[in-house]
């Protein structure tokens, strides 16, 4: 008999099938408890889980008492409780490396945008306010050349300053729990402490993992070390950054303007601040969000559920260690 999964999230056909090749495959629309509820045998008999962006916590793996493997499309993977996978020897399967070029597209986007004005003025122009020559209400600032500080050099981390190196001539400096000699030999990236980044960056980019360490890693304190000028971007998560703070660091000038990917709270509340302020450009957590991406994030999803399934973990795996 084939082993069950849930699958909580819509796949391509051609993906769904794969699935169904190898599991008896029970597809819900979401892991909420009145979901879980409603299909209580399929969870109790569930061996594999795949899906994306929802809570899976111990309350939700207590109504799996057969499961042997989660994965997510996603390579973030704050949403599971970590050391209660661990506990269970249940694998976590991610999707790094096939996301990482797409989702440095978007970080270089916020910075263009952002520093460019390029969303504001072009609702203006939408308006009919372009009526005559330019001036200087609709310039924004330079881009290349500046210095670009990147939070967080892993996969993106790098590939946004391969961006920044080569197609903008911008120095690079960058900030990470060790050094990147690839970084640095390729990119002549320069590693420094939080704070000098901060008072150094004309853009500081966040690209951080959302841990308890990083947990607003960026407050008051932060925005007040930036300069004035500074652009800052977030393309991580939301909550490594104190949202208030951020707020009030636009409002009164203590940063130039942000290009955000990323929230404390997602959707974004329709009356954020954020959606007032010119100097913001707000996306809709779209860093992976292209046809080809999310097909092959999905695709390797699929692969990865069937190889935990079956005891391989050498590839995509966060917690080989713990399943022994
Ligand atoms: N906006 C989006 O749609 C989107 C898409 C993909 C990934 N992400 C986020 O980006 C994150 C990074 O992805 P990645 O593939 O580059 O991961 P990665 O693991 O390759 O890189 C993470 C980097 O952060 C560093 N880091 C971790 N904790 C730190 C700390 N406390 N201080 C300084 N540096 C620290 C690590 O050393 C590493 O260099 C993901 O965890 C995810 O949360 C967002």
């Known amino acids: 008999m084939k082993p069950s999964v849930i699958l909580y999230k819509a796949l391509p056909d051609n993906l769904y099938q794969k699935l169904e ?3 008896a495959v029970i597809q819900v629309a979401n892991l909420k408890p009145e979901t879980v509820e409603q299909h209580a045998e399929a969870f109790a008999n569930a061996q594999g889980l795949l899906g994306s962006s929802e809570t899976v916590d111990t309350a939700l793996l207590e109504k799996m008492p057969k499961l042997r493997a989660t994965s997510t499309i996603s390579v973030g993977y704050d949403n599971f409780d970590v050391d209660a996978l661990n506990a269970r020897k249940i694998a976590l399967m991610h999707t790094p490396t096939v ?4 989702v440095a597209d978007t970080m270089m986007a916020l910075v263009l945008s952002s520093a460019r004005r390029i969303v504001e003025v072009a609702e203006r122009v939408k308006a009919g306010e372009w009526t005559k020559g330019i001036g200087p209400d609709w310039f924004g600032i330079d881009v290349h050349h500046k210095t670009l500080g990147i939070v967080g050099m892993g996969r993106i981390g790098l590939a946004l300053a391969q961006r920044a190196h080569f197609g903008f001539g911008m120095p690079v400096l960058y900030n ?4 990147h000699p690839e ?7 320069r590693y420094c402490d939080l704070d000098t980044l901060l008072q150094e960056a004309d853009f500081v980019c966040l690209v951080l993992p959302l841990t308890d360490e990083t947990h607003h890693l960026i407050g008051a304190e932060q925005f007040a070390k930036m300069k004035n000028s500074a652009v800052f971007i977030n393309a991580g998560r939301g909550p490594v950054v104190d949202e208030q703070a951020l707020i009030e660091a636009l409002k009164t000038g203590q940063i130039h303007a942000a290009g955000l990917d990323v929230f404390e709270q997602e959707p974004l509340d329709k ?3 954020l959606l007032s302020l010119p100097n913001v450009v707000a996306l809709p957590h779209i860093g992976s969000a292209t046809h080809e991406t999310r097909y092959n994030m999905a695709a390797c999803a699929v692969d990865n559920l069937i190889d935990a399934l079956n005891g391989k973990v050498d590839k995509n795996c966060v917690n080989p260690q713990a399943i022994g």
């Open 21 to 23: 090749e190898h599991f």
């Open 99 to 102: 996301l990482t070029e797409t």
């Open 176 to 179: 990470a729990r060790r050094h």
């Open 183 to 189: 970084a640095e030999e390729r990119f002549n990236a």
């Open 271 to 273: 009356d954020s601040p």
